[in-house]
């Protein structure tokens, strides 16, 4: 059993691997717990793009008068969304604390991030009481209440994993090598912002644009 | 002192203490914490078989009464409510808890095998997915046991399915059991695809894969982007049914036709999603049995890939006859005739590697050739199916049951007894009994097309599909008949697989590493393979590892006896995805009772949602479900020093064994 030098060259002519100095697990976002978090954004993606799928359908099908807000209101809708935007941005800054070694600005950033995230989601039910229009009153209603419910549940993983990420850090758990759990996290927290941009865009905007009118 | 973040794998040959050491680390404890807490893929494989394997005997059970009421007209075996719920039970079993999950099986047991690899990407995310499609099998037959089985066909259309039509438990449990097994389907999905892209053996480039790993990771790329819509829909569904929304229902401005395409958008993907896997199996076995590489390797694989990109194009038309424009029903109806021509290069190329090889004829070689016939002709069918006027005349018949028939049985069950007869040795380390091999293949292959090749005339006389009786006189009597007998004749069949299993396992002859000579890397290591599947970690030169000698295609050799050791811990290698270069050393889990508890809190939060319209305090054992699914949900995903998920600290226990591993080595 001796120890081998790599070289491509070899790999080429014998056919066996002769490898380099390899990582010893996952360093920095690079493992196989990245890809993981990006197929489960994808199925996430997927879920969304049938939810809206759905109110297209509805809405494109629907008699006249279906949307029950030809001109829904923006007073709570767009501060929320530019603060769940803004939320991102925070969490990347605590991503940036982990990648150097400053744990001071990372506990900042997802703690940051967190209190900006249940603030979202404050705003949010106070936008649900705001409407004239219950759960069960028609197809709209439906697909408005459930489409934006499915979005308050990823929030509320997201924020357990800020969370979690919070308390880790705390416990000086990562170093710029290893941190996987914190890119994979703050990467899953990103999809949230920007699912929300297609719901706010199709439930907020597109009626101003003519959909369904 | 910190262990190095970097470290250049030791290169050897095996040896007795090198597998000793590496099954001490790989092996699955005893006792109940390895029963619960095993992440080893071979034994989550077998489970997913033998669970799938239940099914299927109960959804035949089910299909043998169907056909017993079935067998003459006028006959009242069973209720009309009984026979709904019968023959929907029947689909619901066979499609969604039979046919990817004994395909999954397979991919589990084999995949690592197949890519050199030590396990799976994701070995607890593995053992989550088969404790949750086990917990939604068992969802669902409890609704079925209590007489609450799904009643409104496979695919459940809606308005029959909204509480107004049908206010029993039957829909709750099928929709939310649904919903459950989405989850077990969604994260298969995930594993099979990072496995597929980063787990291979060092030189696998992507050129150089066996083509069973394209069938499955094919279809599990669509599974993973398609499975949410069939969640949606059912979710919708049971919302509607439990909290008074309007998706469905045209009363409060929803959509009927809304449900059908969500199903479909779904459906016809999955349709390629229970075959694909069951043609790379096609791809992969039956070249060994020719004693020739398959012919059009690359073209196969394109084909494959084709196939289900245009999958995703073609879910209206199971939806021609619902109302839709014209200018739709000529997209779809165009798209679904194109489909024909990937799988018309399969067929061919497996013709041709019939006619260029030298075909040894085993059990094995009968049911995956007799396959190319059987999906000839379901394939023909679906074709005619796809003309739209056709359909308008055909929809709704029998046509159309033995135009499914045709392909879930003539692509998938065959193909997976061939598996079962080429892998069952690798399995158990015994071969299946041949003599008894033929009986079974033979009658299995009489009963079937006995009892589904009339079944397209009973289709074309007008019979229509989920009635459960029929008037006299209208010519169905005899056909009907026929495909009675036939079924059973089919059941005996099947049974007879059965028995040579049991009898194999006991008293079958010892098959060795590589009974069938054949050459992929699964045949290189012993039968059964050990914990680690291989002592060292294989390099590969060719998609034919084991039969570069005799092929003579190129000058450099795969390197099978010597390789990395990787044996100071639970290691595997990690390789690019494209030129399946080693990159990374992955670290494996321990075994983990995780995902075992996550699973139970979920199946619990579902039972709670299924009780909450009779039982208020339901919710509690929703929340209680949800609290205890991210007990499990931490457990699984606190940072380890073990994984190098995090800084150590301080040394750990897992820590030292590697140490220790270190120094003896």
Same mark, same amino acid.
């Given at each position: 059993?001796?120890? !081998?030098?790599?070289?491509?060259?070899?790999?080429?002519?014998?056919?066996?691997?002769?490898?380099?100095?390899?990582?010893?697990?996952?360093?920095?976002?690079? #493992?196989?717990?990245?890809?993981?978090?990006?197929?489960?954004?994808?199925?996430?993606?997927?879920?969304?793009?049938?939810?809206?799928? *759905?109110?297209?359908?509805? #809405?494109?099908?629907?008699?006249?008068?279906?949307?029950?807000?030809?001109?829904?209101?923006?007073?709570?809708?767009?501060?929320?969304?530019?603060?769940?935007?803004?939320?991102?941005?925070?969490? *990347?800054? /605590?991503?940036?604390?982990?990648?150097?070694?400053?744990?001071?600005?990372?506990?900042? #950033?997802? #703690?940051?991030?967190?209190?900006? /995230?249940?603030? @979202?989601?404050?705003?949010?039910?106070?936008?649900?009481?705001?409407? !004239? @229009?219950?759960?069960?009153?028609?197809?709209?209603?439906?697909?408005?209440?459930?489409?934006?419910?499915?979005?308050?549940?990823?929030?509320?993983?997201?924020?357990?994993?800020?969370?979690?990420?919070?308390?880790?850090?705390?416990?000086?758990?990562?170093?710029?090598?290893?941190?996987?759990?914190?890119?994979?996290?703050?990467?899953?927290?990103? @999809?949230?912002?920007?699912?929300?941009?297609?719901? @706010? !865009?199709?439930?907020?905007?597109?009626?101003?644009?003519?959909?369904?009118? | 002192?910190?262990?190095?973040?970097?470290?250049?794998?030791?290169?050897?040959?095996?040896?007795?203490?090198?597998?000793?050491?590496?099954?001490?680390?790989?092996?699955?404890?005893?006792?109940?914490?390895?029963?619960?807490?095993?992440?080893?893929?071979?034994?989550?494989?077998?489970?997913?078989?033998?669970?799938?394997?239940?099914?299927?005997?109960?959804?035949?059970?089910?299909?043998?009464?169907?056909?017993?009421?079935?067998?003459?007209?006028?006959?009242?075996?069973?209720?009309?409510?009984?026979? $709904?719920?019968?023959?929907?039970?029947?689909?619901?079993?066979?499609?969604?808890?039979?046919?990817?999950?004994?395909?999954?099986?397979?991919?589990?047991?084999?995949?690592?095998?197949?890519?050199?690899?030590?396990?799976?990407?994701?070995?607890?995310?593995?053992?989550?997915?088969?404790?949750?499609?086990?917990?939604?099998? +068992?969802?669902?037959?409890?609704?079925?046991?209590?007489?609450?089985?799904?009643?409104?066909? &496979?695919?459940?259309?809606?308005?029959?399915?909204?509480?107004?039509?049908?206010?029993?438990?039957?829909?709750?449990?099928?929709?939310?059991?649904?919903?459950?097994?989405?989850?077990?389907?969604?994260?298969?999905?995930?594993?099979?695809?990072?496995?597929?892209?980063?787990?291979?053996?060092?030189?696998?480039?992507?050129?150089?894969?066996?083509?069973?790993?394209?069938?499955?990771?094919?279809?599990?790329?669509?599974?993973?982007?398609?499975?949410?819509?069939? =969640?949606?829909?059912?979710?919708?569904?049971?919302?509607?049914?439990?909290?008074?929304?309007?998706?469905?229902?045209?009363?409060?401005?929803?959509?009927?036709?809304? &449900?059908?395409?969500?199903?479909?958008?779904?459906?016809?993907?999955?349709?390629?999603?229970?075959?694909?896997?069951?043609?790379?199996?096609?791809?992969?076995?039956?070249?060994?049995?020719?004693?020739?590489?398959?012919?059009?390797?690359?073209?196969?694989?394109?084909?494959?890939?084709?196939?289900?990109?245009?999958?995703?194009?073609?879910?209206?038309?199971?939806?021609?006859?619902?109302?839709?424009?014209?200018?739709?029903?000529?997209?779809?109806?165009?798209? =679904?005739?194109?489909?024909?021509?990937?799988?018309?290069?399969?067929?061919?190329?497996?013709?041709?590697?019939?006619?260029?090889?030298?075909?040894?004829?085993?059990?094995?070689?009968?049911?995956?050739?007799?396959?190319?016939?059987?999906?000839?002709?379901?394939?023909?069918?679906?074709?005619?199916?796809?003309?739209?006027?056709? $359909?308008?005349?055909?929809?709704?018949?029998?046509?159309?049951?033995?135009?499914?028939?045709?392909?879930? +049985?003539?692509?998938?069950?065959?193909?997976?007894?061939?598996?079962?007869?080429?892998?069952?040795?690798?399995?158990?380390?015994?071969?299946?009994?041949?003599?008894?091999?033929?009986?079974?293949?033979?009658?299995?292959?009489?009963?079937?097309?006995?009892?589904?090749?009339?079944?397209?005339?009973?289709?074309?006389?007008?019979?229509?599909?989920?009635?459960?009786?029929?008037?006299?006189?209208?010519? &169905?009597?005899?056909?009907?008949?026929?495909?009675?007998?036939?079924?059973?004749?089919?059941?005996?069949?099947?049974?007879?697989?059965?028995?040579?299993?049991?009898?194999?396992?006991?008293?079958?002859?010892?098959?060795?590493?590589?009974?069938?000579?054949?050459?992929?890397?699964?045949?290189?290591?012993?039968?059964?393979?050990?914990?680690?599947?291989?002592?060292?970690?294989?390099?590969?030169?060719?998609?034919?590892?084991?039969?570069?000698?005799?092929?003579?295609?190129?000058?450099?050799?795969?390197?099978?006896?010597?390789?990395?050791?990787? $044996?100071?811990?639970?290691?595997?290698?990690?390789?690019?995805?494209?030129?399946?270069?080693?990159?990374?050393?992955?670290?494996?889990?321990?075994?983990?009772?995780?995902?075992?508890?996550?699973?139970?809190?979920?199946?619990?939060?579902?039972?709670?949602?299924?009780?909450?319209?009779?039982?208020?305090?339901?919710?509690?054992?929703?929340?209680?479900?949800?609290?205890?699914?991210?007990?499990?949900?931490?457990?699984?995903?606190?940072?380890?020093?073990?994984?190098?998920?995090?800084?150590?600290?301080?040394?750990?226990?897992? $820590?030292?064994?590697?140490?220790?591993?270190?120094?003896?080595?």
């Amino acid at each position: 059993m001796n120890e !081998t030098a790599a070289t491509a060259a070899d790999l080429r002519d014998t056919a066996l691997a002769q490898p380099a100095n390899l990582p010893v697990g996952p360093i920095g976002r690079h #493992g196989v717990g990245y890809w993981g978090a990006w197929t489960l954004i994808a199925t996430e993606a997927a879920l969304f793009a049938y939810l809206l799928f *759905s109110y297209y359908y509805l #809405g494109a099908s629907g008699p006249p008068g279906w949307l029950l807000e030809p001109h829904p209101t923006l007073k709570l809708a767009l501060p929320d969304t530019i603060l769940l935007v803004a939320s991102s941005f925070v969490a *990347s800054f /605590g991503e940036h604390g982990v990648l150097h070694r400053r744990r001071g600005q990372a506990l900042v #950033g997802f #703690g940051g991030a967190f209190v900006m /995230g249940v603030v @979202f989601a404050a705003v949010q039910v106070l936008e649900w009481k705001s409407k !004239t @229009f219950r759960l069960g009153d028609s197809s709209y209603a439906s697909i408005y209440y459930v489409t934006t419910g499915f979005h308050m549940a990823h929030v509320v993983v997201g924020l357990v994993v800020l969370l979690a990420l919070f308390v880790w850090t705390a416990l000086d758990y990562f170093s710029p090598r290893r941190r996987l759990s914190v890119s994979a996290g703050v990467l899953y927290w990103h @999809f949230v912002d920007v699912v929300w941009l297609f719901v @706010f !865009t199709t439930y907020y905007i597109t009626p101003y644009l003519g959909f369904a009118r | 002192m910190k262990e190095p973040d970097f470290r250049t794998p030791r290169l050897g040959t095996e040896s007795p203490e090198l597998r000793e050491r590496l099954h001490h680390i790989w092996e699955t404890e005893p006792g109940l914490k390895g029963v619960f807490g095993t992440t080893d893929h071979k034994t989550i494989g077998i489970r997913y078989i033998v669970t799938a394997f239940i099914f299927l005997v109960l959804g035949g059970l089910e299909a043998l009464a169907i056909r017993l009421q079935l067998a003459g007209p006028n006959l009242s075996l069973m209720t009309p409510e009984q026979y $709904d719920q019968f023959f929907s039970t029947h689909g619901m079993t066979m499609i969604f808890l039979y046919a990817l999950p004994i395909l999954s099986g397979f991919s589990n047991y084999l995949w690592p095998l197949l890519l050199g690899g030590r396990d799976m990407a994701f070995p607890r995310l593995n053992a989550f997915s088969y404790w949750i499609y086990l917990a939604a099998g +068992i969802f669902m037959y409890a609704g079925f046991v209590l007489g609450n089985g799904p009643n409104d066909g &496979w695919f459940n259309y809606v308005p029959y399915a909204e509480r107004n039509y049908n206010p029993g438990f039957n829909q709750d449990f099928y929709s939310l059991g649904m919903v459950l097994l989405g989850i077990s389907t969604t994260v298969g999905a995930a594993n099979f695809i990072v496995t597929a892209m980063r787990t291979r053996a060092p030189g696998m480039s992507i050129n150089r894969l066996p083509i069973m790993i394209w069938g499955t990771l094919t279809a599990n790329a669509a599974n993973l982007l398609v499975v949410p819509a069939v =969640s949606l829909a059912f979710f919708l569904l049971w919302m509607d049914r439990q909290f008074g929304t309007h998706f469905y229902d045209p009363v409060g401005g929803g959509q009927p036709l809304l &449900w059908q395409h969500l199903f479909w958008i779904f459906g016809h993907p999955w349709v390629y999603a229970v075959v694909l896997p069951a043609m790379g199996m096609v791809s992969t076995g039956l070249p060994v049995f020719c004693r020739r590489p398959i012919v059009g390797y690359s073209v196969v694989i394109l084909a494959t890939i084709a196939t289900m990109v245009l999958g995703f194009g073609v879910w209206v038309h199971h939806m021609f006859a619902t109302g839709l424009p014209g200018l739709s029903l000529s997209f779809f109806s165009g798209a =679904s005739l194109v489909i024909t021509v990937p799988s018309a290069v399969a067929v061919f190329a497996w013709l041709a590697t019939i006619t260029l090889g030298r075909p040894v004829v085993t059990t094995a070689f009968l049911y995956f050739s007799s396959m190319i016939l059987l999906f000839v002709i379901g394939g023909v069918s679906g074709f005619m199916t796809a003309s739209v006027p056709v $359909d308008w005349q055909l929809t709704d018949t029998y046509f159309v049951v033995a135009h499914l028939h045709y392909v879930l +049985i003539g692509i998938n069950v065959f193909p997976v007894l061939g598996a079962c007869y080429y892998w069952f040795p690798k399995m158990t380390g015994r071969l299946l009994d041949e003599r008894l091999g033929r009986w079974n293949f033979w009658i299995t292959f009489i009963g079937f097309n006995l009892a589904f090749l009339p079944m397209h005339l009973t289709g074309l006389f007008g019979m229509p599909r989920r009635v459960y009786t029929y008037p006299d006189g209208m010519g &169905w009597n005899s056909l009907n008949m026929i495909t009675t007998i036939g079924s059973f004749v089919l059941a005996v069949g099947l049974l007879l697989f059965f028995v040579n299993v049991a009898r194999s396992l006991k008293s079958g002859a010892i098959a060795g590493p590589n009974p069938w000579d054949a050459p992929t890397l699964e045949w290189s290591v012993p039968s059964p393979p050990p914990p680690y599947n291989f002592a060292v970690l294989p390099t590969v030169a060719s998609a034919n590892p084991l039969w570069e000698e005799r092929l003579g295609e190129q000058r450099t050799r795969s390197s099978i006896d010597r390789g990395m050791l990787l $044996d100071v811990g639970k290691e595997s290698i990690a390789t690019t995805a494209m030129d399946g270069v080693p990159d990374m050393i992955l670290e494996m889990p321990e075994d983990s009772v995780a995902p075992a508890v996550t699973a139970l809190g979920i199946t619990v939060a579902f039972v709670g949602m299924l009780l909450k319209s009779v039982w208020l305090p339901a919710w509690g054992v929703v929340w209680g479900g949800s609290l205890l699914t991210l007990i499990g949900l931490l457990m699984w995903l606190w940072p380890r020093r073990d994984l190098r998920e995090r800084e150590p600290a301080e040394r750990g226990p897992a $820590d030292r064994r590697r140490l220790s591993g270190e120094a003896v080595a």
